[in-house]
């Protein structure tokens, strides 16, 4: 038995599930979870002492590679003055001041601990705004684990949300109708049946939790365009994509402006950090300035700030950052595609930037039901060559491969001879 396997039979007696976050089980891939010592650059180490390429990099914050020398030189610093004041500091109002800088439909900011609060507040502060209560969410996207996001796709315009998960009461749900990625007619359908109801429309700017999903040309557009014809609010997702399509994230990359956005995963360089923000007349609404309460006693801690602030004025002090690795990612994903085509794998691939996927499925993906078409075992086979092979990605078809700064030609050309060993003996 490996050390991770036995640290597995231990976690299950106290932790449900033995983990502290459903995908890290490995249920999907029918194995046991590796259990992680060390992450250093682009290679991460488990508890057996086998070191892999990381692919996940915490799923997704790690962009410049684990344990980078200058944001841990902050974060070290930043200890000795406190872990933890819950109490208004400097870093903060810097922290502040950079985002709304880099990204412009920003103009205010606040910071909570996780995605899942961002899209809680954001969502909070868009009914309180608009005085509208229903929400349009499209299905196979992910944000986070909050009562009212954790709906059952819909089956049509004229059911409300389903709860999706034990313990979600269906009042809760009901207010969060669903619709169709890249498909702006099951959108115009909704706001037509809830004609002045709609509060807001949530969506991952690129989908990147039911595998990675590009938005087609326009569909971004027409979106920002119902909204305003509706007085409701559009609120780009930006927990993956953000500063990571680029400084301005996937509203810089696509020239769309959201009313607020959400951030997490990159802002926090690997604390535990979410944010949301948008325009000035919207954020205002936040208590203490204004009537939609929400706080957080760690909100802003110092030592999560200092992770986060150091990586983000990284990127923005190295505009070559964005370009070397967008480029190393193309190496990568171009070099699947070619395996694919050579071997005649049944697969698809889907990329932008240095977020990918390969789903085991010859339709397009272009929603959630085309990804659903993807062969799971398939997956499930093709992941455990790649895990045992050095190559750490996500042990779910669902998931995006994240590509960091860390990586270059060496990492690149090792995962693709293994990719190319696995679909070679098939
Ligand atoms: C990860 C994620 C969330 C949730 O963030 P947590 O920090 O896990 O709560 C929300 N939205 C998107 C798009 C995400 O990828």
Redesign the pocket.
């Known amino acids: 038995m490996t050390k991770s396997e036995q640290l597995f039979e231990e976690a299950r007696k106290v932790i449900p599930g033995g983990v502290n976050?459903p995908v890290r089980a490995y249920g999907s891939v029918g194995m046991a979870p590796r259990f992680i010592s060390k992450a250093e650059g682009a290679y991460i180490t488990d508890v057996d002492g086998n070191e892999y390429i990381d692919f996940i990099g915490s799923?997704?914050p790690m962009i410049l590679g684990s344990a980078h020398k200058e944001v841990y030189k902050n974060v070290l610093d930043a200890c000795q003055y406190g872990l933890s004041f819950g109490a208004a500091t400097e870093i903060e109002v810097k922290m502040a001041k950079l985002i709304c800088e880099l990204v412009p439909s920003i103009e205010m900011i606040r910071m909570v601990n996780?995605?899942?609060?961002?899209?809680m507040s954001a969502i909070r502060v868009a009914r309180g705004f608009t005085g509208k209560n229903k929400i349009i969410k499209f299905e196979g996207?992910?944000?986070?684990?909050s009562d009212a996001m954790l709906v059952k796709a819909g089956s049509g315009v004229m059911t409300a949300g389903i709860p999706d998960s034990a313990g979600v009461p269906s009042g809760c749900a009901e207010d969060t109708l669903s619709a169709v990625y890249n498909d702006f007619n099951s959108v115009e359908e909704l706001f037509h049946q809830w004609g002045n109801e709609i509060a807001a429309v949530i969506i991952?700017p690129v989908a990147?939790?039911m595998g990675v999903v590009l938005p087609e040309k326009d569909f971004l557009n027409k979106l920002r365009k119902i909204c305003d014809d509706n007085q409701s609010l559009l609120i780009l997702?930006?927990?993956?994509?953000g500063f990571r399509l680029g400084i301005d994230g996937a509203q810089g990359y696509f020239g769309i402006k959201p009313d607020i956005t959400?951030f997490?995963?990159i802002i926090g360089g690997g604390m535990?950090v979410?944010a949301y923000g948008g325009r000035r007349e919207i954020m205002e609404l936040v208590s203490p300035s204004g009537g939609v309460y929400q706080a957080g006693t760690l909100s802003g801690n110092p030592v999560a700030m200092a992770a986060g602030y150091t990586q983000l004025m990284i990127l923005k002090n190295n505009p070559d950052f964005y370009t070397s690795l967008n480029q190393t990612s193309k190496q990568l994903f171009e070099g699947m595609k070619q395996i694919i085509e050579e071997y005649h794998v049944p697969a698809t691939l889907n990329y932008l930037g240095s977020l990918g996927c390969i789903f085991f499925t010859q339709n397009q993906v272009k929603d959630y039901t085309s990804a659903k078409t993807s062969d799971t075992k398939a997956f499930g086979k093709y992941f455990k060559y790649m895990i045992n092979h050095g190559i750490y990605i996500a042990p779910s078809q669902f998931e995006a491969m994240f590509v960091s700064g860390a990586m270059g030609e060496k990492e690149i050309n090792q995962t693709l001879v293994v990719m190319k060993k696995y679909f070679e003996g098939l």
């Not at 996780?114 to 899209?119: K, L, P, W």
């Not at 996207?141 to 684990?145: D, I, L, N, S």
């Open positions: 976050s799923w997704g996780s995605g899942t609060e961002a899209v996207c992910y944000h986070g684990h991952e990147a939790n997702d930006e927990v993956i994509t959400t997490g995963k535990p979410g």
